[in-house]
């Protein structure tokens, strides 16, 4: 990933800035610190990534802005994307994604923001963790790896890989072999309980078997029972079929007299019937003298009923009118009541007008007691205003006493607990004299270890010290041994001088000056030898020291907390030992409260107060209920004051009845006359009268109206005797033949009746012959029930047995199932066992870092070889010989991750090179880490971004940076250093620099 443009706008410190990095090789951002260089980094991040160093995703906006937009165009694989993230104040943020293309920007956005992320990095092929661990070198972390102990170097190795996804896969194993143990120990003890169930079945078999040869047995003699019934059962049958033929010929019997005596009924009122028409018959001529007479007064009645008819119009008339005529005098008659009654409730009024003047002398003696009462009340309504103050701060004084007191209660509570919790520390004091003891105890052994420590410590610094000196001593050997080496190597010319005073030598002068040159290079060899012995010995001893200073170390890591423990222990027996002076103090507090609270002399203020307001309320002598009487005294006067009212209101009322009076009375005689008026001269009355003198020409009798009627009431049963007459000679002849044929039916039932009763004699007989088996079929019957409840049982328990068998099948079945599962759990627990130790550390990942490391390794020499002149090797060792007592070949081998680092003089510790050559190997391995991680993720790593270089350098590491930085420009697209330092920039002709104003952070380029 190459950056081409950065465009910034409302992000953290900028408000407003666009950086273009086209023509940036080797580049340094510089400015003070805070003024936002680290800003530029984190809009990249952010911008792909998301991420910033912000907690919360709205504090990357600018203060005062409402949204953030970051706009990042790169190179990656020969094609230019770019991304725009933006984010408006507590909303939800937007990302596009756009590839360049001849016609411009096409959009590669997904939908929504994590699918447009997942399209970025599927293109960078690099995700953030990667990135900042690979492209962006962080401030201070460079010699991070370097100082770590070979085992910790192995865990970062680990976590820069991301192996830490064999971890969870490695959990995942122990988990499903966990889950497959307990499957197999829950199939173990299920077979277990299976195979006990099915040792069983050879019993339940043996019981099953015998239980069928019971049920044959029973089911053959039920059979034969069966049979016996069945032929019992046919002649009770047959015995029932005479029995009911028996009580159908006797129910035809009955039939049969019961027909007979019906018919001889239905003779007897046949022959009644013939007698009673045949009397008809006989009086033919009186019912026919007897019918002519009723017509004829028929027909005299018709006519009275036409003048009835007539009669009856006109007296309806008649009434209509007078009806009429009585509704006019009624609606009079009703104006002369209403009058009459006006001038009655008048008088009425005068009355009680009357009256209630003459209550008079009585309202005033009222009003006279109305106005002392309301006087009372008055005065008693100042004294309540007065007194309810006082009483409310009565009850204010009582609530603080009674507060008080309870406070006092409290106290006394607490000090009840607290005593308690002393008497208990008190007993403690022993206990905690042993502990501090104990511990007292353990710190003096620890110290003295603490001062072995710092003496171990300062031996260390006294070797370190001394190897310095020899390496001194030894790199001034050296140059000597290479002054020497160049002495002999010009002596070997044959035309050589003399390596003093530069004059030609002869053979006797050149064989004494190489035998001293050699002797001495010899003596410096050896001196050499020896200060290499040395210190290989302080190395040694050094080691010696330092697992002695980390054995120590370790123990001593508890002395703080011994110390802490001891300030505790000694805090709380001094608390114990002020235990009983406390109780002292308590016991007398206590007994002060105890006393207070009995006598009640507690707050005396409050109580003085109290009863002086008591005294004063005394004084006042104001009384609730004095007053509700008042009160009360004043609404029983009351009415005087509504009395007076009604006596204003009479006096009134009484002259506007006089006026009233005489309007009324002369309306009521007006009425009088006209009623009179209508009575006799309306066209009603006049109507009235010619309707009863046609009336009376009419001559209408009603009395002669009803003789008749009654005459025709007597005569109608003539009618009925000739409709009697006229039945009879039309019914006579047919009950004659009626009457015979009665006769004949009756004798043939007659003979009927006899055969049946000849039936019944047979059936009788023939049922007297045959023997009732009944008895015989109730205990066949008792018998097969039992026996029924017999089988019953004994089949439920065949079935039962029939039930476990199938079921012991079934588990036998299972069995075979579960033991199939239980290989395959022990198979898959085995799986995941081994899955378990190849994803573990000393698996996959060991195997991973094994195959890592050579590739590590390679790239590491080759950035070291140029950055030191081929001068510097790095050999990653991964396993060592572990401490043992015994021989060499039985030592045990631990993995480490050790570095070794040869120069031109062999192999040294890491500790022993310069800060130069520290710094180079240092460069050179996080350089290769980063390449390594980022062809792990499947990019190329061709953008560097290195943050204050390696922590805070002097001139001389300014220009080792640079210089490294130099060698491996090649390799990059782009070189970003980030530094405040004013000396580090100036080796940069490409500088960013950053400035903080009040408009924001501002940027300036300069090439």
Same mark, same amino acid.
């Given at each position: 990933m190459i950056p081409v443009q950065l465009i910034l706008k409302n992000f953290l410190s900028y408000r407003d800035a666009t950086l273009d990095f086209r023509g940036l090789h080797t580049a340094c951002i510089c400015g003070s610190n805070g003024a936002g260089k680290s800003s530029l980094l984190e809009a990249i991040t952010w911008a792909i990534w998301g991420e910033s160093r912000a907690g919360v995703e709205d504090d990357v906006i600018h203060s005062g802005a409402k949204e953030v937009r970051v706009d990042f165009t790169f190179q990656n694989n020969q094609q230019i994307?770019?991304? =725009?993230?933006?984010?408006?104040?507590?909303? $939800?943020?937007?990302?596009?994604?756009?590839?360049?293309?001849?016609?411009?920007?096409?959009a590669l956005t997904g939908k929504g923001v994590r699918a447009t992320q997942d399209v =970025?990095?599927?293109?960078?092929?690099?995700?953030?963790? $990667?990135?900042?661990?690979?492209?962006?070198?962080?401030?201070? %972390?460079?010699?991070?790896?370097?100082?770590?102990?070979?085992? #910790?170097?192995? #865990?970062?190795l680990a976590e820069l890989l991301k192996l830490n996804q064999y971890d969870e896969l490695e959990e995942r194993a122990k988990e499903s072999s966990r889950q497959f143990k307990a499957k197999v120990e829950e199939l173990e003890r299920s077979l277990e309980s299976s195979k006990t169930q099915l040792q069983q079945r050879s019993a339940t078999q043996a019981q099953q078997a015998e239980l069928e040869v019971e049920l044959n047995q029973l089911q053959q003699i039920q059979a034969f029972d069966n049979i016996q019934l069945q032929s019992l059962q046919v002649v009770q049958h047959q015995r029932q079929n005479s029995t009911e033929q028996l009580s159908f010929v006797r129910q035809q019997y009955q039939n049969l007299s019961s027909d007979c005596d019906r018919l001889q009924q239905e003779q007897s009122a046949i022959k009644s019937q013939l007698s009673d028409l045949q009397t008809i018959l006989s009086q033919e001529t009186q019912i026919k003298a007897g019918y002519a007479q009723y017509q004829t007064l028929q027909s005299q009645e018709e006519s009275f009923s036409a003048k009835s008819a007539e009669y009856t119009q006109r007296i309806q008339q008649r009434q209509q009118l007078q009806q009429q005529l009585t509704k006019q005098v009624n609606e009079i008659e009703r104006q002369l009541q209403q009058a009459i009654a006006q001038l009655e409730v008048l008088q009425q009024q005068e009355r009680e007008i009357q009256h209630t003047l003459t209550n008079k002398s009585e309202v005033e003696?009222?009003?006279?007691?109305?106005?002392?009462? %309301?006087?009372?009340v008055a005065h008693l309504d100042q004294l309540q205003m007065q007194v309810s103050p006082l009483l409310q701060q009565q009850a204010t004084l009582q609530s603080q006493l009674d507060r008080f007191g309870a406070t006092l209660i409290a106290r006394l509570e607490q000090l009840h607990a607290v005593e308690n919790q002393l008497q208990r520390t008190s007993r403690r004091q022993p206990q905690l004299q042993q502990a501090v003891m104990d511990v007292k105890t353990q710190i003096e052994e620890l110290e003295k270890k603490r001062v072995y420590l710092q003496r171990v410590q300062e031996k260390g610094q006294e070797r370190r010290h001394f =190897?310095?000196?020899?390496?001194?001593q030894q790199r001034e050997y050296e140059r000597v041994l290479g002054e020497l080496n160049q002495k002999l190597q010009m002596l070997q010319n044959p035309n050589a001088l003399c390596p003093l005073c530069e004059r030609p030598l002869d053979e006797h002068h050149w064989n004494r000056v190489a035998d001293k040159t050699k002797a001495e290079y010899k003596d410096t060899e050896d001196q050499l030898w020896v200060f290499r012995e040395q210190m290989a010995f302080s190395d040694r001893e050094i080691q010696v020291l330092r697992q002695e200073y980390r054995e120590i170390s370790q123990k001593l890591a508890s002395y703080d907390a011994l110390r802490e423990q001891r300030g505790q222990l000694a805090a709380q027996l001094q608390s114990t030992s002020d235990a009983e002076t406390q109780l002292q103090q308590i016991a007398a507090e206590k007994q002060h409260l105890e006393r207070s609270l009995e006598v009640g002399d507690y707050a005396p203020e409050k109580q003085l107060e109290l009863q002086q307001l008591n005294e004063y309320l005394q004084q006042l002598n104001y009384n609730e209920q004095d007053h509700a009487l008042a009160r009360s005294e004043v609404e029983r006067w009351r009415w005087a004051e509504i009395k007076l009212q009604q006596i204003k209101d009479a006096t009134k009322r009484s002259s506007q009845i006089a006026a009233r009076k005489p309007q009324i009375e002369a309306q009521i005689a007006e009425l009088q006359s006209k009623i009179q008026l209508i009575q006799t001269n309306s066209e009603s009355a006049k109507q009235i009268a010619a309707l009863d003198r046609h009336i009376a020409e009419i001559n209408y009798s009603s009395e002669q109206h009803n003789n008749i009627r009654t005459s025709v009431r007597k005569a109608q049963s003539w009618e009925l005797r000739y409709q009697q007459l006229l039945s009879a000679q039309q019914q006579y002849p047919q009950l004659q033949v009626r009457f015979q044929d009665l006769e004949a039916s009756r004798h043939a039932r007659m003979s009927e009746k006899q055969t049946? #009763?000849?039936?019944?004699?047979s059936i009788v007989a023939q049922l007297e012959q045959t023997a009732n088996p009944t008895a015989q079929i109730e205990t066949l019957q008792q018998q097969i029930a039992a026996r029924r409840r017999e089988l019953d049982e004994k089949i439920g328990q065949l079935g039962r047995l029939e039930q476990v068998a199938h079921h012991l099948e079934m588990l036998q079945t299972q069995f075979l199932q579960q033991q199939q599962e239980l290989q395959e759990a022990k198979r898959q627990q085995r799986v995941y066992q081994e899955l378990t130790q190849a994803f573990g550390k000393n698996? *996959?990942?060991?195997?991973?870092? #094994?195959?890592?490391?050579?590739?590590?390794?390679?790239? $590491?020499?080759?950035l070291l070889s140029r950055l030191s002149a081929n001068q510097l090797h790095v050999q990653f060792v991964t396993q060592k010989a572990g401490r043992s007592s015994k021989a060499k070949k039985n030592a045990k081998l631990i993995d480490t991750l050790d570095i070794l680092i040869a120069d031109a003089r062999g192999t040294r510790a890491y500790e022993t090179y310069s800060g130069g050559e520290a710094f180079r190997i240092n460069f050179a391995i996080r350089l290769a880490l980063a390449k390594l991680l980022a062809q792990r993720a499947g990019a190329a790593l061709q953008l560097l971004i290195i943050d204050e270089g390696f922590g805070t350098q002097d001139a001389e590491g300014?220009?080792?940076? *640079?210089a490294a930085i130099n060698a491996i420009a090649s390799d990059f697209a782009c070189i970003l250093t980030v530094t405040h330092m004013p000396h580090l920039k100036e080796a940069f002709q490409a500088r960013i620099e950053v400035n903080k104003t009040k408009l924001g952070s501002q940027l300036h380029l300069s090439m």
């Open positions: 994307y770019r991304v =725009i993230r933006t984010r408006p104040r507590g909303g $939800t943020g937007v990302l596009e994604f756009q590839v360049e293309t001849p016609s411009g920007f096409r =970025i990095l599927e293109h960078i092929k690099l995700d953030y963790e $990667t990135f900042i661990n690979s492209a962006y070198l962080r401030q201070g %972390r460079a010699d991070e790896f370097m100082l770590k102990r070979p085992n #910790e170097r192995k #865990e970062i003696a009222a009003l006279a007691q109305l106005t002392k009462a %309301r006087n009372r =190897i310095e000196r020899l390496q001194a049946i #009763e000849r039936q019944l004699e698996g *996959i990942q060991a195997l991973m870092i #094994e195959n890592v490391l050579p590739q590590l390794e390679a790239e $590491t020499n080759q300014c220009d080792r940076l *640079i």
